[in-house]
Structure formats: structure tokens, C-alpha cells
């Protein structure tokens, strides 16, 4: 595994050439774009969506460029060196963008789904005032991630990390004048910030080890390090990918976060920015090829995050809430992947991508569905909608056989091979993980038969619910074509099938959960053109073998168990008490509540002592002294007037007699 | 040797400033209120007039200053008493130079700032509790000016004694622009930073001194006893008599810079001061200290520096983690940035003593970006506080929604401060953090966790006062005038100009940290396996 690991690392990357010289334009495209919209103010409300929308297709068009010049290339690295941007003494960092089989999939991914995301958001966001800001932190955000994944080194790509948080807490909070919003914004920068220090740390690690930061550096003099400094490495860069994937122990945030409008939640919160922490790792592969410890952490994690992220979402009737349950498990399935080595490397960035299509296709679906629905969420109040809005039931069904593992459709393409090369590794530990990553598959499969017989089957509760006259709960205010001021008021619910702008977008997506995966896995697509960054995994098991046979069992038992429940009988309007799993399970399972005694609690009482330490104990002595040396407080408020004229002379007797002192002790 | 004396004229045009407002005659008791606004007027708009003047100075000279030539550059020497070897001798190196481009460069936007801080009432009808208590327009400006020039002249100082008169001479109007027109505990506040201050200066006499005393009995001077710096860094010292001196120094620094637990002046005095005055105080003259501890406290005691260097960098950690907790905690905006600044004076205080390459440049561009930093927050605290009256946070709520633009150069100025990659803070940040782990990887672990509580103090702060729903006080909001337009965006583009593009400031850094280390004799630490460059990305 060395042997090979230094092989991938001494690849030889080549600069850019040709239309690959020009990859600053991906950059320049949306960062052009948010300068715009966001300096130039109200002059830009008229057409400000359309330069939103043009600028990530731009960029778009860039990217399916560059790789149709990256596939007719024999060696396919470039690496394209910008500008010295921090030169001191031995620590010198500059601006490069590499583009290589890793980078251009994610390339594709962030402007192939985001330019669809963003054009559905010109539909759902038609009526908000601040419709121009919003297009303005799309591009932001679109821009910061590009950073992210073409970045030629840890610190380039720190930026991007960085950027894309922010790109997050501005569109967490884009109706920040609700508190929820504001405070999830800041919860979510915050838990990521933890996240963060952990990566700036591996990144001071590498720069203290191999004297650069650069991935080709790194990546070279990793092998002569000891392997204290690689497990450091590896965990250090976990717990970076932890905060910025929502993985267990820094999970909590993610819920909080679709306090955002929905297309966030589908290009952010799904579909690019969380699985920045799976690139991070594969990306870092070299290293983890020589930390098994770290690995097996990264495993551990993965495996963990995949049964919480579905237990939550099998118990949330907040349709956005159990949709960012289902991307925690589905990101710990990836984060398994990458845990895995080179045999799972692969089908971690395929599930990557083939969820950046489904997951994406079913949040504007639910997006779609609140469109329709004056912005209900709770799933409880939904049903039989399948006949109102066909087109997003279509396209909501298929991105469900994608998730569930159906075959042919993505998601079991892309899931399975994750689930047999855990049954492939040696140990126990592999064995443990393929078990959980099967009930995981059954969970899947549950959590979403049951969204969709809440949604789309069954009575159609809204009727009722309306007539019962109960007022609702919104979570997003202006959004669509909700009526502004009608929020808490009893009303009728006129579900209605979204504009073209919005279901045009979710009809590729839906094309996408389809096909992606099978695109991918079949022939060895993916894996063959990734082989240069990540290596090949040792051995390829063809379908259908008994892990994939259970995977599928499993999946369809999950499917029968939702329809048992969900299908078979009315869903009622009001959630049933629940055992003590479903009432955990509602409560994201305590995440909060611990983070809160071990973290917050702790830390309030600290700052609460140190702020009564700072204006009482070290105050009061200084006040103490400096009473007792100017006689009384009292006289010392006197002793201002005239103080500055008799200063000078104190001043110079004192010294004159400290300075004799000094000179009779003659040190 | 004595060129065109640029350094002298850089700091004679803000004194001159503050004669002509000085000369400006008063009006009679009884004039009319129009005639006197007419007068403050025309002292505002001379005082702004000179601080651009002294911008486009320190602009020439930094133009003129050569990144590859001798460490100082524009000396000038001239013997000012002969029987105690006292010269006015001015030179600056980079690390000189960047501190006074920046105090150049923040006056203008101060005076912008302090506009109307200094009224007898504000025209749009002032918020009550604001009210300074003397209401000499011209006096403040002219104060203002006269702590320019000290400002440029202590940088820019190459003799002690010059360093220590000026050090301490720019406590007067310091103390005058606080307890005159400060709001609040004014009064109590400006006596507490001046006894501090002065505690601080009599031990640096001391030390002073002594330091004539020595070099008047070393050969290399041929026993004349002498105060300038290029003299006195050849001078041997035992490591004995460098501790003591280095203790009189640095204490005096570790008030002024402030470092834990120096620091009790600074939260009252901070909270006491006009905004304006705040960010000269913070921004400004607080950077004397970690000036000085870099050019006096190391060139000339290395080995007191050695020795205490460990204590020294536990104190600046707790600086950093004890500033940002009880930052978190505070209930009032100017008391939460005067801790705000605590807690970044520990990483530059960590920077200079750990004394690798990075750790020095980052914490010289620490200073600078501090000083932008809090210079655009203070100055927007200031305009929160015009509109409401008060700076408790609990006061505000909801501000984005009637003053976008107000909000959105606050939150940039505010992610400036929790060190956001792309805005200049974060090269500081960053180098200083790397510079700490390449010797002490415990100290950059402890530091990295300030990193975290930047991003709670920060995004708290705003989320109370800018975010959730608008409260009916704030509801008549006006958003920024031009004038406070002004005072921030030039800031805000420098920091975000040097964040992404920090090689010039650097370039202009590095050469003198190379010196000092040089002088220090100490080397950075080698990596411990080190790769050669193979592309073009980084060696």
C-alpha cells in the first residue's frame, strides 16, 4: 500500500496548457457575479436573478470544456500557478488551481447541479424583496466551493473551506430576521469553526513536517513521516471533514440549518458544500493510505453518522428536517467509503455524486411542495398530493427508487459496492461496518417509503386540516407564492404544481438519479478515470453478490415496513406519542441537549466567572494599590486636576531613586 | 546620511494642523450658534485636510522606501543635548514603516468618524447620554493631530530617549481626549489609563538610564555614554543586568500593548472613550508596545528575552483565550471590542515571542490589520451608537433589516476580527499560529481554540444587534451618511485588498524581521522532513 501511495503521490503534475490555462475563469465567473449583486445594491433588483443564473452556467460551460480537454489528454493533471499570495521566509503559499479527475467531478457537480438549483430558485424565490442578495450568496457560495475543490494546496483550499461556511451562514440566515434563522446561522458557523481548527491545524502540522502545503509536497513527504504524525494528520483532517459533513460528534448543526430557504438545503446542505469533508479525505488519500488508525476512525465515524442520520430522519415529520437526517446517513455512508482505502475511495465520490442528484431532486421537490403549500413542512398535514402536483410527484418518485437502492436507479449502483467493500476488508471491523451499512439500507428505504405515503398518498389531511381551522406552521416566510401576513392564520391550503422555471430543473435531476449511478459503476467508468488521483480498488465484485442480494432484501423489507405503517393505514393528522426511540429520534437524539451540558453550560459559567473575575478581583487590587498609593479613591478623583503638570516631577524623583538604587546594587 | 528630511516632515504636518486649529481664534460667549458651527466647521475640515496631507507624505516615503535596501532607510541623526549623548534621530525599517502607513492611513478616517463626537449638539438632534462634556471642537481636533505626530515620531524614533519622551508625552493628549470628552465614567477611566501608563513609563526610565549608564562604561562607544538605538544594540550587557532591563521595558510595553493581566485599564478606558478616540487608542497607541517589545525588548536584551520567553508566551495565551471569554460575556459593544482587542494582542504578543519568520511577520501584519480592524468596528459601533444612544447590545435587535448596508460593513468588519481567509486578519492570524507550531506545537493548539470562541464573540454580537426581529427603537434607523461611508470602505477594501493580495506589506516586512532575528541570533526551525520544490506551486 506504501509502494502504491507513493507512486500516486509522485505523479507528475503537469502546468496547464491550452483551455486548462484558463481555469481562473471558473473562479472569476460567480465571483464576478456576487461582486455585482451584492455591491451593487438596489440599481441591480431588475436583473439581478438573470446575472445570478448566468454567471455558475458560465462557469458550467467552462467546466464541461475543461473536461472534454482533461479526457483527450494522456496525462490528466494540470495544475495552473496564479500568484504568490503568503511569502515568508520558508513558508510560501501560493494561488494554483489544480485540475485533475477529482477536481473536474466535483467541477461538474458543484455548476452542473448548482446552475439547475439556482435556476429553480428564480420560480421559488420570485416574490422575496431580497431575491438580489440571495442570487448574490448563490454565487458566492458556488464560487468559495470551486476554491475549495480546485485548490492546489491545504491553505488555497482552507479558503474555499472557510468560504463556503460563510456562504452557508449568510443563507442559513437569509430571513435572519426570524431568531431561528439567525441563530442556526451561527450555530452552524460556530460547530463548523471546531471543524476548522482541527484542519488549520493538520495544516500547521504539515507545514512544520514537510516545510509546504502544497497537496504534491504533502502528499510526497508523507511517506518519510512518522506515523504518529500521519495518525495525527488523519484525525486532525477528520475532524475537520466532521464539522464540514454534519458527521457525528459535530452533527448537530445541520438540522438546524434548513431554516434556509430550500434551495439552499438542496445545493449546500445536500448536494455540494457537506460533502466537502469527503473530498477533503479523498483527496487526502495518501495520507490515510499510510494511517490505518485514522482510518479506521474515519470508518468508525461514517458508520456511526449512517444510523443516526437515518434514525432521525425515520422519526422527523418536518419533511426538510428528515431530509437533512437522510444526508447525514448518506454522508456517512461516504465517509465509510473513504474510511475504506482504495476500495472504497470510488464508490464514496460516485455516491457523492449520484446523491448530489437525487438528494438535491428531492429537496426541490419538498421545495416544490411547499411552493404549492404556503410553506407547510410538517408532513403530517400533507397527503394524497400525488394528483395536484404530478410533475414533482414524478420526479420526487424517482429520486426515491434512486435513495432507496432500487435497482437500476442510482442510489443501489452507487451504495452497494460501499456495502460489499466493507464485507471485503479483513477484520472484524469491516464485518461490523457492512452489517450496520446494511440496516442502514433498510433504514433508507423506510424513512423514505414513509415521506413518500405521508406526502403524495393517503387522504389528503390539508382538506381537513384546514377545515379544523388551526393555524400552521411556516417555515419560510415571503417564499414563493406564499401571501405575506397570512402566516398563523387559519386557511386554506390551494396546493398547485410549480412553473416550469422550477420543474424544468427537477426533471434533469430526476433524469440524473436515474442514470448516475449506472453511468458511473457499469463499464468501471468512474473508476478508471479517478484511478490517477485515488488508485484502483484491489479487487471488483460484480453485482448481485450476497452482500448486494442482502442490501436489496434489506431495501425492500424497509419499503414493506413503511407501507406496513404509513401505506396501510391513515396517517394521522397528529404525531402518536412514540416510543422511546421515536421520541429520541425527534429530539435528533439528544445531540443537543449534549452539546449543551458538556459544552455550552460549562462555558456560560465560565464566561460569567471570568467576567466577574476581570471587574472585581484583578480590578479591585489594582483600585486597591492604586488607592493606597494616591491616599484615598476619593482624593485620587481629586488628584486629576493638576495631576499632568505635578506628573513630570513625581516621575523623575522616582526614577532618580530607583536609578540609584540600581547603580548601588550594581547587578 | 541626512537626506531629505522625509520622517521629520511626515510628522510636522499634523502638528502644524494642530497649531492653526489652535490659533483659530474662540467667539465670544454670546456669539451665535450659527457663527460658532460655522468656525467648528472650518477646524474640521483643516484637521481632515492635514491628515490627508500626512497620508500623502507617508505615501511618498513608502513609494520611495527600497524592499532590498539597508534595514533603515530616511535616517536622519542630529545631536539634540551633546552632554548626555541625546540625539533626534528618525529612521524607520519595514516593520516601522507599515505602523506608521497605517496610522497614517487611519487619522483621516477618525476624524471622518469623530465628525460631530466633539458638538456641542448634534443637528440631527443628538441621542442624549452622548453629550461630551467640554465642547472645544477645535481643541479635539487639534489633540487628535498632536498624537499623530507623536504617533509618527515614536515609530520612526532611533534614539531611546527620543522613544521614551514621545512614549510618554502621547499620554497627555490622550488623556485629555478621554477625560474631556469621553462619555460615561470618563473621568475615572482617563486617570486609571494614565496612572497604569505611568507606572509603566517610570519603569522603563529606569531602564533607560541604566542603559545610558552601561553604554558610558563600554568601549565600544569610547565611554561616552549614548541614547542611540543603531549604538546601543553593540553594547555587551551580562545576561543578568539584560533581564532586569528587559523587565523595565516590557512591562511598560505589556501595559500599553495591553497583555493579561496588564490589561484592566483598557475595557474602562475603551467604554469611557469616544469612539474615535477608542480606535486611536486601541488601534494606535497600543501598538507601541508590541512595537516596542520587538525592537527594544528583543534587539537590544536578547538574552532577557530568551529567558523570559515562555513565561511570556503562557501570558499572551491567556491574553487570548481570558480576552475572548470574557469578550463572549460582555453586555456593552465598546466594552465587548476592548476585550476583542485584548484577545488579539495575545496572538500578536505570541507572534514576536516566539520568534520564528512567520511568527514576527505575522504578528507586525497582526498589528496593522489590527489596527484596520478595529478602526472599521469601533467606527460603526460609533454610528450604532449616534443612532440609539446607547452601546448595550441588548438595546438592539434587527438593525440589518432598516440599515443593510450599516449591517453589511459591520458584519465584514466583524468577520475581519474572527480572522475570515480572504480578509487580511487571517494571513496574520495564520502566520502567527504557524510561526507558534513550528516551536511550540502545545502554545499553537491553545491559541487555535481563540480561533473558535472569535467565531462566538463575533457572531453573538451580531446576531443580537443585527438580526431577529426589529425593535421599535430601532425601526427609524437612518442607514450610513457618506460621511460614514467614507470613514469605513476605504478600510474595508484595504483589508480585504491585503487579504487577498498580502505580498506588497509583506515584502515590505520581511527584510527587517530577517534583521531582527539576525540581531537575536536565532533561526527558524527546520522541518522535519523537509521536500524540495518540484512544481511550481511551493516549495
Known amino acids: 500500500m506504501t509502494g502504491s501511495a507513493q507512486a500516486l503521490a509522485a505523479q507528475a503534475t503537469l502546468s496547464a496548457t491550452g483551455a486548462l490555462k484558463l481555469s481562473w475563469l471558473l473562479l472569476a465567473f460567480p465571483l464576478f457575479g456576487a461582486a455585482v449583486l451584492l455591491l451593487g445594491g438596489r440599481r441591480t433588483d431588475r436583473w439581478g436573478h438573470l446575472l445570478g443564473v448566468a454567471m455558475p452556467v458560465a462557469a458550467f460551460v467552462y467546466g464541461v470544456i475543461a473536461f472534454f480537454t482533461l479526457l483527450g489528454e494522456s496525462d490528466r493533471s494540470r495544475d495552473l500557478h496564479l500568484y504568490s499570495w503568503i511569502p515568508v521566509a520558508r513558508f510560501q503559499v501560493s494561488v494554483g488551481l489544480l485540475t485533475d479527475q477529482l477536481s473536474i467531478c466535483f467541477v461538474l457537480l458543484i455548476t452542473g447541479v448548482g446552475s439547475l438549483i439556482i435556476i429553480y430558485s428564480v420560480g421559488y424565490l420570485w416574490h422575496d424583496a431580497d431575491r ?126 434548513m431554516e434556509g430557504p430550500t434551495p439552499v438545503s438542496a445545493l449546500i446542505h445536500a448536494a455540494t458544500m457537506v460533502t466537502a469533508g469527503v473530498y477533503l479525505l479523498v483527496r487526502s488519500n495518501p495520507i490515510l493510505a499510510l494511517a490505518p488508525g485514522a482510518r479506521l476512525a474515519v470508518a468508525v465515524v461514517g458508520t456511526i453518522t449512517l444510523l443516526v442520520g437515518g434514525i432521525i430522519a425515520s422519526a422527523k415529520d418536518d419533511i426538510k428536517k428528515s431530509l437533512a437526517g437522510s444526508t447525514m446517513s448518506q454522508i456517512g455512508y461516504m465517509t465509510l467509503g473513504a474510511g475504506l482505502g482504495p476500495a472504497g475511495y470510488v464508490f464514496a465520490i460516485a455516491l457523492l455524486l449520484s446523491h448530489g442528484f437525487y438528494k438535491a431532486g428531492l429537496f426541490l421537490g419538498a421545495g416544490s411542495v411547499m411552493h404549492g403549500m404556503n410553506d407547510e413542512v410538517n408532513m403530517r398535514r400533507y397527503g394524497g398530493l400525488s394528483n395536484v402536483l404530478p410533475v414533482t410527484y414524478v420526479t420526487f418518485g424517482l429520486a426515491y427508487l434512486a435513495i432507496s437502492g432500487i435497482p437500476p436507479f442510482s442510489g443501489f449502483f452507487a451504495k452497494d ?57 411556516t417555515a419560510e416566510p415571503l417564499a414563493g407564492g406564499s401571501v405575506q401576513g397570512a402566516h398563523g392564520s387559519a386557511e386554506e391550503y390551494h396546493p398547485h404544481e410549480s412553473p416550469p422555471v422550477m420543474t424544468g430543473p427537477m426533471v434533469v435531476l430526476a433524469i440524473g438519479s436515474v442514470g448516475a449511478g449506472a453511468f458511473l459503476i457499469i463499464n468501471h467508468r468512474l473508476q478508471k478515470f479517478l484511478a490517477p488521483v485515488v488508485g484502483a480498488p484491489p479487487n471488483t465484485h460484480g453485482f448481485f453478490t450476497a452482500p448486494g442480494i442482502a442490501a436489496t432484501a434489506l ?113 | 546620511m541626512n537626506g531629505f528630511p522625509w520622517l521629520t516632515v511626515a510628522g510636522a504636518v499634523p502638528l502644524a494642523g494642530a497649531i492653526v486649529l489652535a490659533v483659530i481664534p474662540g467667539l465670544p460667549a454670546d456669539a451665535p450658534p450659527a457663527d460658532r458651527q460655522a468656525r467648528d466647521a472650518l477646524a474640521k475640515w483643516l484637521a481632515l485636510a492635514f491628515s490627508l496631507a500626512t497620508l500623502v507624505v507617508v505615501i511618498i516615503i513608502a513609494v520611495k522606501f527600497q524592499v532590498h535596501g539597508p534595514t533603515f532607510q530616511f535616517t536622519e541623526t542630529y545631536s539634540w543635548i551633546p552632554q548626555f549623548g541625546v540625539h533626534y534621530a528618525l529612521g524607520v525599517d519595514g516593520i516601522a514603516l507599515v505602523l506608521i502607513a497605517m496610522s497614517a492611513v487611519l487619522m483621516p478616517a477618525v476624524v471622518l468618524a469623530s465628525w460631530h463626537d466633539a458638538d456641542p ?126 523587565l523595565g521595558f516590557f512591562i511598560a510595553f505589556a501595559i500599553k500593548a495591553p497583555l493579561w493581566p496588564f490589561h484592566t485599564w483598557l475595557p474602562d478606558a475603551a467604554d469611557a472613550a469616544q469612539p474615535g478616540t477608542a480606535v486611536l487608542m486601541l488601534g494606535l497607541m497600543d501598538k507601541v508596545g508590541t512595537f516596542g517589545m520587538l525592537r527594544y525588548c528583543f534587539e537590544l536584551f536578547p538574552a532577557g528575552a530568551k529567558y523570559f520567553t515562555l513565561l511570556i508566551i503562557v501570558l499572551s495565551l491567556v491574553s487570548i483565550l481570558y480576552g475572548a471569554v470574557v469578550a463572549i460575556g ?76 450599516l449591517a453589511g460593513f459591520f458584519l465584514v468588519s466583524g468577520l475581519a476580527a474572527l480572522s475570515l481567509p480572504g480578509l487580511s486578519p487571517f494571513v496574520s492570524e495564520f502566520l502567527v499560529l504557524v510561526g507558534t507550531f513550528t516551536r511550540y506545537k502545545v502554545a499553537a493548539v491553545f491559541a487555535t481554540a481563540g480561533m473558535i470562541l472569535a467565531a462566538i464573540y463575533i457572531l453573538w454580537m451580531y446576531q443580537r444587534t443585527m438580526n431577529g426581529p426589529t425593535r421599535a427603537e430601532v425601526a427609524g434607523f437612518n442607514d450610513l451618511r457618506i460621511r460614514e461611508r467614507l470613514a469605513v470602505a476605504p478600510l474595508l477594501a484595504l483589508i480585504l485588498f491585503v487579504g487577498v493580495y498580502p505580498r506588497p506589506v509583506l515584502d515590505i516586512i520581511n527584510p527587517a524581521v530577517r534583521a531582527t532575528m539576525i540581531q537575536v541570533h536565532v533561526t527558524d526551525p527546520v522541518p522535519a522532513h523537509p521536500v524540495t520544490a518540484q512544481n511550481g506551486a511551493a516549495p
Open chain 2, 330 to 405: 460582555q453586555a456593552g459593544l465598546k466594552r465587548l471590542m476592548g476585550y476583542i482587542s485584548i484577545s488579539h494582542f495575545g496572538f500578536i504578543v505570541l507572534g514576536i515571542f516566539v520568534m520564528t519568520s512567520q511568527g514576527v511577520s505575522g504578528a507586525t501584519l497582526y498589528m496593522v490589520n489590527h489596527g484596520f480592524v478595529t478602526a472599521a468596528l469601533f467606527i460603526l459601533v460609533g454610528c450604532l451608537i449616534a443612532r440609539r444612544g446607547s452601546d448595550r447590545i441588548a438595546d438592539f435587535g434587527g438593525v440589518q433589516k432598516v440599515a443593510p448596508l
Open chain 1, 417 to 473: 459496492p460501499i456495502i460489499e467493500a466493507d464485507f471485503g476488508q479483513h477484520g472484524a471491523a469491516g464485518k461490523v461496518a457492512g452489517v450496520c451499512a446494511l440496516i442502514g439500507a433498510g433504514i433508507t428505504a423506510f424513512y423514505m417509503t414513509r415521506m413518500m405515503f405521508m406526502t403524495w398518498y393517503g387522504r389528503r389531511r390539508w382538506e381537513e386540516h384546514a377545515a379544523s381551522g388551526e393555524p400552521h406552521e
Open chain 1, 132 to 257: 438580489r442578495r440571495f442570487f448574490g450568496y448563490m454565487n458566492l457560495f458556488v464560487a468559495a466551493m470551486l476554491l475549495l475543490v480546485l485548490a492546489d494546496n491545504y491553505l488555497v483550499l482552507y479558503v474555499g473551506w472557510e468560504g463556503v461556511g460563510l456562504a452557508s451562514y449568510l443563507l442559513i440566515g437569509f430571513w435572519q430576521f426570524k431568531n431561528s434563522a439567525a441563530v442556526a446561522a451561527k450555530k452552524a458557523f460556530v460547530v463548523n469553526r471546531v471543524g476548522d481548527a482541527g484542519l488549520s491545524l493538520a495544516i500547521m502540522l504539515m507545514f512544520a513536517e514537510f516545510g509546504t502545503m502544497s497537496f504534491t509536497g504533502v502528499f510526497r513527504g508523507v511517506g518519510s513521516a512518522g506515523s504518529g504524525v500521519t495518525l495525527a494528520l488523519g484525525l486532525l483532517l477528520l475532524l475537520g471533514a466532521c464539522g464540514k459533513s454534519a458527521q457525528v460528534p459535530l452533527q448537530s448543526w445541520l438540522l438546524d440549518a
Open chain 2, 121 to 246: 449638539a448634534f443637528p440631527g438632534g443628538r441621542p442624549a447620554g452622548t453629550l461630551p462634556a467640554r465642547h472645544s471642537v477645535k481643541t479635539y481636533f487639534a489633540l487628535m493631530l498632536v498624537l499623530e505626530t507623536m504617533m509618527i515620531g515614536v515609530f520612526a524614533a532611533t534614539d531611546v530617549f527620543l522613544f521614551y519622551v514621545l512614549f510618554e508625552a502621547m499620554l497627555v493628549p490622550m488623556y485629555f481626549m478621554i477625560g474631556s470628552y469621553g462619555t460615561g465614567r470618563r473621568q475615572y477611566a482617563a486617570v486609571k489609563f494614565l496612572l497604569y501608563s505611568l507606572l509603566g513609563g517610570l519603569l522603563m526610565l529606569v531602564a533607560v538610564i541604566a542603559l545610558y549608564v552601561y553604554s558610558s562604561r563600554s568601549a565600544i562607544t569610547g565611554h561616552h555614554g549614548t541614547f542611540l538605538f543603531s549604538v546601543l544594540v553593540h553594547v555587551p550587557l551580562s545576561p543578568n543586568v539584560q533581564k532586569w532591563l528587559f
Open chain 1, 555 to 667: 431495501a425492500v423489507a424497509g419499503i414493506a415496513l413503511g407501507w406496513w405503517i404509513y401505506g396501510r393505514v391513515p396517517v394521522p393528522a397528529t404525531a402518536p406519542a412514540g416510543g422511546p426511540l421515536t421520541v429520541a429520534a425527534r429530539k435528533d437524539l439528544y445531540g443537543d441537549a449534549l452539546n449543551e451540558s458538556l459544552l455550552m453550560r460549562p462555558g456560560q459559567w465560565l464566561t460569567r466567572l471570568s467576567v466577574y473575575f476581570d471587574n472585581r478581583d484583578i480590578d479591585g487590587l489594582v483600585n486597591t494599590i492604586a488607592a493606597a498609593v494616591g491616599g484615598t479613591s476619593g482624593r485620587l478623583r481629586r488628584m486629576q486636576t493638576g495631576f499632568v503638570r505635578s506628573y513630570a516631577l513625581s516621575m523623575l524623583a522616582g526614577a532618580a531613586v530607583l536609578v540609584a538604587l540600581l547603580l548601588a546594587v550594581r547587578l
